[in-house]
T-cell receptor, first 112, second 111 residues
């Protein structure tokens, strides 16, 4: 069976500090991968998606970036966090040929 | 642009039936999804509709009318554990698997 992992589960960071969130998927190959953010009072917002190693598409211009160094690894990064980066970050995967996306447990980020 | 509307909150009684509506206006349509999200947790997939009509899955059913840009999620025999947010999401574009989510409907089930 497939599983998706995210870490850390929670994170408190000062404004201006760097960020690295990691997502890995097990039990499948060549998945589509997605990063979403869920801020208070707002819907899930798609940040990045990837159809393969090294292939990243950005949906919203911002101070965040994403990378996919391996088939089942997806990383979300920032060089300098802003207060507005606080939120619940969710990684999701989709098996090719299927429609539904499955979400990881999420990382709750608080920027102070 | 993409616009997805759902009621912000709803309250229903244990054992009852509740219908959560979702209307959408998107540039292209290639499927509508419903997810359940308990507080502090990740969303879990409930249903997918791409053709008009009703899809039934146990106590949950989802309906789609593409001509009206409308969907609803029907929950029967409500249980306390059904208290959660319900997210409507639309996939737009034939080659695109990106989803646009509504803000979600927070359902409270009371005894």
């Amino acid at each position: 069976s497939q599983t998706i992992h995210q870490w850390p589960a929670t994170l408190v960071q000062p404004v201006g500090s760097p960020l690295s969130l990691e997502c890995t998927v097990e039990g499948t190959s060549n998945p589509n991968l997605y990063w979403y953010r869920q801020a208070a009072g707002r819907g899930l917002q798609l940040l990045f998606y990837s159809v393969g190693i090294g292939q990243i598409s950005s949906e919203v211009p911002q101070n965040l970036s994403a990378s996919r160094p391996q088939d089942r690894q997806f990383i979300l990064s920032s060089k300098k966090l802003l207060l507005s980066d606080s939120g619940f970050y969710l990684c999701a995967w989709r098996k090719l040929g299927n429609n539904e996306q499955f979400f990881g447990p999420g990382t709750r980020l608080t920027v102070l | 642009g993409q616009n997805i509307d759902q009621p912000t909150e709803m309250t229903a009684t244990e054992g009852a039936i509740v219908q959560i509506n979702c209307t959408y206006q998107t540039s292209g349509f290639n499927g509508l999804f419903w997810y359940q999200q308990h507080a502090g947790e990740a969303p879990t997939f409930l249903s997918y509709n791409v053709l008009d009509g009703l899809e039934e899955k146990g106590r949950f059913s989802s309906f789609l009318s593409r001509s009206k840009g409308y969907s609803y999620l029907l929950l029967k025999e409500l249980q306390m554990k059904d208290s959660a947010s319900y997210l409507c999401a639309v996939r737009s574009g034939a080659g695109s698997y990106q989803l646009t989510f509504g803000k979600g409907t927070k359902l409270s089930v009371i005894p």
